[in-house]
């Protein structure tokens, strides 16, 4: 690896690791500190690019070998945004998702409770370990610039409404 984590920066990683339980490894050092630096949420291939882009010679089982360990210790969450699409993240605070059915974006929504599992089915005697809520909708964004495209009047009059309504709801479940 080209650029060195800087010592204070690689003893936190050290001690995050050992903390969940897992044997400190370089190859898990590097995919735990990309993942800590990009904000947003990323496929297990977009993590391989950014580890090898930052010099480390990985293979690709290697690198999902990683995200595996992470994942199953907790210091990485998969987001959940539907088939086909396995997202990853550092994982702060336990969270929810709003995907656009227009552009794809994947939005995060605090959760009320902030730890898993925060909502529980009618389902006597299951023994539930988390619940991933997803919303899907179109994004502010895909929101206002279609409002945009039906001339100045429906820009004034949708645009605005379009965003109280969806702030409304996120509100709603977060409780504020
Ligand atoms: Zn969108
Ligand atoms: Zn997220």
Same mark, same amino acid.
């Given at each position: 690896?080209?650029?060195?984590l800087a010592q204070?920066?690689k003893?936190e990683?050290?001690?995050?690791?050992?903390q969940?339980?897992?044997?400190?490894t370089?190859?898990?050092?590097w995919v735990?500190?990309?993942?800590d630096?990009?904000?947003?949420?990323?496929?297990a291939?977009e993590?391989?690019?950014?580890?090898? $882009?930052?010099g480390?010679?990985?293979?690709?089982?290697?690198?999902?070998n990683?995200?595996?360990?992470?994942?199953?210790?907790?210091l990485?969450?998969?987001?959940?945004?539907?088939?086909?699409?396995?997202?990853?993240?550092?994982a702060?605070?336990?969270?929810?998702h709003?995907?656009?059915?227009?552009?794809g974006?994947?939005?995060?929504?605090p959760?009320?409770?902030?730890?898993k599992?925060?909502?529980q089915?009618a389902l006597?005697?299951?023994?539930?370990d988390e619940?991933?809520?997803?919303w899907?909708?179109?994004?502010?964004?895909?929101?206002?610039?279609? $409002?945009?495209?039906g001339g100045?009047?429906?820009?004034q009059?949708?645009?605005?409404?379009?965003?109280s309504a969806?702030d409304?709801s996120?509100?709603a479940?977060?409780?504020g």
């Amino acid at each position: 690896m080209t650029d060195e984590l800087a010592q204070h920066r690689k003893a936190e990683l050290v001690q995050r690791l050992r903390q969940a339980g897992l044997r400190v490894t370089q190859p898990r050092l590097w995919v735990l500190d990309v993942l800590d630096r990009v904000s947003g949420h990323w496929s297990a291939d977009e993590v391989l690019a950014a580890v090898r $882009a930052r010099g480390a010679r990985l293979s690709r089982a290697t690198v999902y070998n990683v995200i595996h360990a992470l994942v199953s210790s907790g210091l990485v969450m998969v987001a959940d945004a539907g088939p086909g699409r396995m997202l990853l993240e550092s994982a702060r605070v336990w969270h929810h998702h709003f995907v656009c059915r227009d552009c794809g974006t994947v939005i995060d929504v605090p959760c009320v409770i902030g730890a898993k599992p925060c909502l529980q089915p009618a389902l006597p005697g299951a023994e539930v370990d988390e619940a991933q809520v997803i919303w899907r909708g179109r994004c502010p964004r895909c929101v206002a610039r279609s $409002a945009s495209r039906g001339g100045e009047h429906a820009r004034q009059t949708s645009s605005r409404t379009s965003a109280s309504a969806s702030d409304r709801s996120i509100g709603a479940w977060t409780g504020g």
